[in-house]
């Protein structure tokens, strides 16, 4: 793996931990961890933490995600697991961060776990793998501390330097989550570094044939809330349907795979079908809403 920084990277009190330039090799990650277990953070349960059990338990209940949620079992399943998930108090002040400057970063975060671990699970994960999914899905994005808000929040096509530090915070938020949990090779770190990778290599940071099947789920999951949220770039949301055919496009295209896909779909549907017997319409009927500047660069 050779991965090199572009733009230093520090904590959310301003603590350097690496400058720019730095090469991410094992010696360094080793270094960081140590570094890290040094500083021995205290730990507490997340959904203890500010609002995020009352605000999770809502936003289940906000389209669509009262459909994909409306099976009592499964949605107990994913909230029960997600009582015992615990982390370290620096990143729960991350969530908070969110809360405060940047309010779809942290429904979001919140909104991929709880999607992933019910994908993880439908999918027929054992409970332990589909545990691991508990910590990773509110962690994938804590990078962004490292990207401007200006970024974050405009409005307008970002430039090609925004987008590089956009891109940016899949290697912060690998870097951190090594110092902050002292691993480096656990399911939540690699989900950090490698969610926005593809199966087809078309992804970043690395181009690499992104082949896990929990980075899928994360990233199935991902694209899905991105999609289906009204960004500070795009006004008005995907609807679910042409959030749907837009992954469709993606399975299509290679870039993710069906399996996953199929089991949101199912998810989606009132009547809950067997996703291996679900019928896909191959027909896109759903536009991408007008003023879309996702993905558009300007010079
Ligand atoms: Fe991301
Ligand atoms: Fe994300």
């Not at 891109?167 to 490698?194: M, P, Q």
């Not at 290679?254 to 019928?279: D, F, M």
């Not at 896909?280 to 300007?298: C, I, Q, Y």
Request: charged fraction near 25%; proline fraction near 6%.
């Amino acid at each position: 793996m050779d991965l090199t920084l572009q733009y230093p990277i520090s904590t959310l009190d301003g603590l350097i931990l690496l400058p720019a330039d730095t090469k991410l090799t094992a010696a360094t990650m080793d270094r960081l961890m140590e570094d890290g277990r040094a500083r021995a953070f205290p730990t507490k349960l997340i959904m203890n933490h500010g609002t995020v059990r009352q605000d999770i338990h809502r936003f289940l209940t906000l389209p669509p995600y009262n459909i994909v949620f409306a099976d009592p079992e499964q949605t107990g399943y994913v909230l029960t697991l997600f009582e015992k998930v615990t982390l370290p108090v620096p990143l729960l002040k991350i969530i908070d961060y969110f809360k405060e400057h940047d309010f779809h970063t942290y429904r979001h975060s919140l909104m991929v776990y709880a999607l992933a671990t019910l994908l993880a699970k439908v999918l027929g994960a054992a409970d332990e793998e589909v545990a691991k999914e508990s910590i990773a899905g509110p962690t994938h994005d804590f990078g962004k501390i490292n990207v401007p808000l200006a970024i974050l929040m405009k409005e307008t096509p970002l430039t090609p330097a925004e987008n590089r530090l956009l891109k940016h915070h899949v290697l912060a938020g690998y870097v951190l989550l090594c110092y902050y949990l002292h691993e480096k090779d656990s399911a939540t770190i690699r989900l950090a570094l490698n969610h926005h990778e593809r199966k087809d290599g078309s992804g970043y940071p690395q181009g690499m044939k992104q082949q896990s099947r929990l980075v899928e789920i994360i990233t199935v999951a991902d694209i899905y809330d991105a999609l289906i949220s009204r960004r500070p770039y795009r006004q008005i949301a995907y609807s679910n349907r042409t959030a749907l055919e837009e992954l469709c496009g993606m399975a299509e295209r290679g870039e993710i795979g069906w399996k996953v896909l199929r089991t949101l779909i199912a998810l989606n549907r009132a009547s809950k079908p067997n996703p291996e017997e679900l019928i896909v319409s191959a027909e896109k009927r759903g536009a991408p809403p007008a003023g879309n500047m996702f993905g558009l660069l300007t010079d």
